[in-house]
Structures are given as C-alpha cells and as structure tokens.
C-alpha cells in the first residue's frame, strides 16, 4: 500500500463518482474508479491493499450485495458505504454486520476523507500483520532459525551444508544472538540427530564443578562424590556437545579438552580408564578467539583444534528487516503461552522495534514481545483510559464517546466477550473490529479468579 493510501470508489453516477473522486485525489488519496458492483469485484483478490467507498443505490448488484461479496472474500476489507436518507435502516444494519462506516448523503468531503484514512490504517495493519503471520508459520515450518534477510538465508545454507560432516564448529556471536538455536540446526540436520544434545555454558560454573560435569567422576574420586557420574563429554557420544561461552573455561580444563579433541577419548576423574567418546564438539564464544587481545587465558591451540569451520552469527542490529517477522513470531508464542492475545501493532511498538538498538539482540526482542503481550512494554496506552481525542467535528466526538462506552462495559463484564456483546447488542466481528479501531485489548479487563 502506497503513502497515500489506495481506494476503490463505486458509483453508477457518473457525475458524483468524478465529483466524489476529485475530492478524495486532492487529500492526496489514489483513486480507483468503477461504474458498478460487478466492475469493482473484477478488481479486488484477498490482498486488495486499499479500501472500498461505494453508493448503495446502483442497479443490477446494489452496495448491500457488493459489500456482501466482499466478506465473503475478505472480511477484512473494509467498505465504506455512501447512502441516501431512505437507505440510513439499511446502512445501520450493514453496519452491524461488519460495514467500516456509512455516510448520509450530503456528507462535507472532510468526512468522507477522514473515515478512508482511518480505514486504509486498518487495512494498512490487517496486512501487516497477515504477512507477518505468514512468515512467522513457515518459519516455524523450516525450522528454528528464524529470518529472510541475505545474512540469514547465507548462515541457513552455509549449516545445511556442513551439519552433516561432523567437523567441529565454532560460532562467534553477542550475547542473545542465537547461538544455541544454530548448535541445534547443526545437530537436528545432521546424522547424530537421534543422539543426545548436550549443552554446557562453560561460563556458569565454579572451576571445581566444571571438569566433573565434562568429564565425569567415580564415587568417592573427590570428598562429597558419593556415586559414580557420567560427564557431559561422555554422554553426548554419539550426538553433539555444545560449550557455550567457551572463552570461560578454565585453563586447567581446556589442556583436558585439548585431548578429547584430538584423541576423542575422555578420562573421568577417580580412575585411569580411558573411555573413547564418538562426538561433535560446537563451540560459542561471545569475543573473536582468532584476535590475541580478545582471546586474553584461552589456549592458541585450543582454538586451531576448535577453528575448523567457523561461522559468526550476525547481531539482531545487522539484520533489522528481520525484527518485525521475529516480534511476530514471539508474540504469538507469548500469546499462546499466556493465554492472552496478540495486541495489534500500535505506532508506538512499531517505532520501538524500528528505532531500538537492540544490544540484547534476539533475546532481548523476545522478551519485549512478551511484555508487549502482557501489556506492560513502555509507550503501551493504558487500555482503561479514554484514548484523547481532539475536540471539534461531531464525529471524533462520537469516536470518543462509543470508545467510552465499549471501556465501560468491558470494565462491568470482566471482559467476557458474550456477555458485552449481548449488552452492546452488536454482531462479534463488528465487536471486534472496534477493539481494534479504538485501540482496546479487551483481555486488559479480565478479572482474576481471586476477584470473581
């Protein structure tokens, strides 16, 4: 959809239709233009990225049959009807069945321009939202690596091609990044997918824990070593085992791991029997380990042994035209996770997303998605309190007003849709459609059990 925005406007007069049409083109709207119902459906498909303005009154299909065939095509599209005095009953109940806005004849051009700019922004954001859903489920259908930016498609070829050769990987990126999603890909992907997925941030643990995790112990090797244990080498044999943070790892226990590397053997603690160990070994470091001054205690050879194949995960900040398919895609698992819905895309979390640096990177996005379905992200309206609306024409005060009204009978409900449907008397799309046009989150209102 264009700046401007794009309407289909329907009118068999052809007098009012270039009348009606000069007015929208000079707010700086695109107008496209047909002399009847049948001519206008020829031009719309499910993605029509505009809004419908059509008379009602027209021979052959009428604007209540248009507007019918046009839910039964995308009942997200919005139309906007134009009707004479005698047509008002029937606009009225188009209306509750899910018509955007109705307009009596005369009506002053700066209503009918507001009313399209208000419903090309809901249609701006049905398909925004349509898109990212989209993207987010086959996403989730390829895989875990989420992203369609170059950068990402580049690292999902570059995994597919070496998950199954078994060298050792090394991964360079932020904190957050995704380092552990891609040790997964490689696993998943490869031949020791049944095997076990070991996972171990090196940083997390004392030195006296850390080589009994890796390498394992017999009882009574150290006091308070009561019975035997397998070590984390040992029991991803036959799978992956994947160090995060490896920079971290004690010097002791990296000339240790230096052996597993090249012998693929492992000796726990408490006894001298060497165990041969079949596994690939992924590495993550947070700093580059090939630069001398960042590599500070870890061993040089460590990480040739470990450099074999190196891929460096890109900060969320290098890949920006991935973060709204990520939102998404968090939001929904959020929303699922907490029983709530997914908000719509309010200007103010568009510009957080767009203008935020991210230094969390993808973790720090996902938990902003979180909070946003929770209702609690910064810049998020108080769904309880009346949106402001600028005093002056009749309609932004009716706009308040119905807002108003819907608030307070969500807040008398609890927010139970069947209950403020029935006390509002209209349809459950047309409820809905206004959550959405007012800006409402209807789950804002329900009430705990403690409070019923």
Not at 14 to 39: F, H, N
Not at 68 to 94: E, N, Q, S, Y
């Amino acid at each position: 959809m264009s700046e401007t925005g794009r309407v289909l406007l329907v009118d068999d007069d052809r007098d009012l239709l270039k009348a009606t049409r000069q007015t929208l083109e000079l707010a700086g709207l695109t107008v496209m233009t047909a002399g009847s119902a049948l001519d206008a459906l020829g031009q719309l498909d499910r993605d029509f990225a505009a809004v419908v303005v059509s008379d009602i009154r027209m021979p052959q299909v009428d604007g209540l049959e248009l507007f019918a065939r046009i839910r039964a095509l995308d009942a997200d599209l919005p139309v906007i009807l134009m009707t004479g005095h005698g047509d008002i009953p029937m606009a009225v109940k188009a209306i509750q069945d899910g018509a955007y806005d109705f307009l009596p004849k005369p009506f002053a051009g700066d209503r009918l321009v507001q009313s399209v700019r208000r419903a090309l922004e809901k249609r701006r954001l049905i398909l925004e939202n349509r898109s990212l859903r989209q993207a987010a489920e086959e996403a989730q259908g390829a895989g875990l690596m989420i992203g369609q930016t170059p950068v990402m498609e580049r690292l999902r070829t570059t995994i597919r091609q070496i998950a199954d050769t078994d060298v050792d990987v090394l991964m360079l990126g932020e904190t957050g990044s995704g380092k552990e999603v891609v040790a997964t890909l490689l696993h998943r992907w490869s031949r020791r997918a049944r095997g076990h997925f070991v996972a171990l941030n090196c940083g997390a643990l004392p030195e006296q824990v850390i080589e009994s995790e890796l390498f394992g112990h017999e009882a009574g090797a150290f006091t308070g070593a009561q019975k035997k244990r397998i070590g984390r080498i040992e029991h991803a044999s036959g799978g992956t085992l994947f160090l995060d943070e490896i920079e971290s790892m004690p010097p002791a226990t990296q000339i240790h791991m230096l052996r597993v590397l090249e012998m693929r053997e492992v000796t726990p603690l408490g006894t001298n029997e060497v165990r041969p160990v079949d596994l690939r070994v992924v590495a993550a470091a947070k700093v580059d380990l090939g630069d001398p001054h960042a590599r500070g205690a870890f061993r040089e050879d460590l990480y040739y042994r470990l450099n074999v194949v190196t891929l460096v995960i890109p900060p969320l900040r290098e890949r920006r035209d991935d973060i709204p398919l990520l939102y998404r895609t968090f939001a929904d698992r959020a929303a699922r996770r907490f029983g709530r819905e997914v908000p719509p895309l309010s200007d103010a979390v568009r510009r957080h997303l767009d203008s935020h640096d991210w230094p969390g990177n993808v973790r720090e996005l996902a938990h902003f998605a979180e909070r946003t379905v929770l209702g609690l992200a910064p810049g998020q309206a108080r769904e309880t309190d009346p949106d402001p609306v600028p005093p002056g024409s009749l309609p932004e005060r009716l706009e308040k007003v119905e807002a108003d009204i819907i608030r307070a009978t969500l807040k008398e409900t609890g927010g139970d849709v069947r209950r403020t449907i029935e006390a509002l008397g209209i349809p459950r799309k047309t409820f809905y459609d206004k959550l959405q046009r007012h800006r409402i989150v209807r789950t804002a209102f329900q009430r705990s059990a403690s409070e019923e």
